[in-house]
């Protein structure tokens, strides 16, 4: 391709001519001028050549009219040739020039918005991440919590179970004291210390119910937190699945192809985000692999 001010070849792939592009332009006008004064300067030598030439002489002394009117001839001054054509290309040098500097703003104007789309698209992407980092975070606190929940209800199972072997201790104690009674001295000794015992047991007894109601108390606390989380979760998930549905991406890699977040065509190096209706109406297809 060839360039539209001075003519010289433009590489495959550039925008603009080297040559021309980095001049001044006073020094693209001056060179049009000096261009156009080289090509001036054969015709006026040619036209002053024509009228300067003698006719041929045929060994015959030329009359003295014809003499004078060669004179007058040789004499004359070439006629200037009018700057038309001149001004014409000057006209045409600064219109293309101020086509050039039109075509230069636009594309800077272009290449601003790209900018700015693909610098909020990074915002929304950073974004994305720190909620999806955060979800990560808070599925990680929902295992913890359930399992603590799982350890809170073996330990209530256990104390449980050791309840009901007092509860059993406790029955045995009053059939033991029942069936003492024949024997007043032994039976108050014996009595005394059960009694003592009993009330021991009692006591633990009642600590251990302190502990299961505590423990009860705290299954419901990280139940209702677990539900909390679960709704948290939902969520979130919920938005990440709208992202997958209706948001896509396309690689800057010329094969027309959009792809989900999670396909493995997808490097994340460059590329655009779209949805699928406006990816669709751009002219790109779904990928075979994530969008089949």
Same mark, same amino acid.
């Not at 001149?86 to 594309?107: E, N, P, Y």
């Not at 603590?148 to 449980?160: F, G, N, P, R, Y």
């Not at 299954?219 to 909390?228: D, F, I, K, P, R």
């Given at each position: ?7 010289? +070849? ?15 332009? =006073? ?11 080289? /090509? ?11 009228? &300067? ?47 050039? #500097?039109? &075509? ?9 918005? &790209? ?7 990074? /915002? !929304? ?6 909620? +999806? ?6 599925? *990680? +606190? ?20 050791? #309840? ?9 104690? !009053? ?10 001295? !032994?039976?108050?000794?014996?009595? /005394?210390?059960?009694?003592? +015992? ?19 108390? =705290?299954?419901? /606390?990280?139940?209702?937190? *677990? ?25 800057? *890699? ?25 990816? =669709? ?12």
């Amino acid at each position: 391709m060839k360039c539209i001010k001075c003519g010289r +070849e433009i590489p495959d792939g550039d925008l603009f001519c080297l040559e021309c592009s980095m001049m001044p332009l =006073e020094s693209i006008r001056s060179q049009d001028s000096k261009e156009a004064n080289r /090509t001036e300067a054969p015709k006026s030598r040619s036209r002053s050549a024509t009228a &300067v030439k003698s006719p041929p002489s045929s060994g015959k002394s030329a009359p003295t009219g014809a003499k004078s009117a060669a004179t007058s001839v040789r004499s004359a001054p070439a006629s200037p040739k009018p700057a038309a054509p001149q001004t014409a290309k000057k006209r045409t040098s600064k219109g293309l020039l101020i086509a050039f #500097i039109l &075509v230069c703003l636009v594309l800077a104007g272009v290449l601003g918005f &790209v900018g700015y789309s693909y610098a909020s698209f990074q /915002t !929304q992407k950073a974004n994305l991440r720190v909620k +999806e980092a955060d979800l990560i975070l808070r599925e *990680n +606190e929902l295992s913890e919590l359930e399992t603590q929940l799982a350890d809170t209800e073996e330990a209530l199972a256990s104390a449980q179970d050791e #309840i009901a072997a007092l509860e059993e201790q406790v029955a045995q104690l !009053q059939e033991t004291i029942e069936g003492s009674n024949s024997s007043l001295t !032994q039976t108050q000794y014996d009595m /005394t210390t059960q009694q003592q +015992e009993l009330t021991k047991l009692t006591e633990e007894n009642g600590q251990l119910l302190e502990m299961v109601e505590n423990l009860e108390q =705290e299954n419901g /606390t990280l139940q209702a937190q *677990n539900s909390e989380l679960s709704a948290m979760n939902s969520v979130y998930s919920a938005k990440a699945a709208f992202m997958d549905d209706y948001v896509v991406f396309v690689e800057n *890699n010329g094969t027309e192809l959009y792809h989900k977040y999670n396909c493995s065509e997808f490097t994340k190096k460059s590329f655009w985000a779209y949805s699928r209706k406006l990816a =669709e109406s751009n002219g790109y297809s779904p990928c075979p692999k994530c969008c089949s």
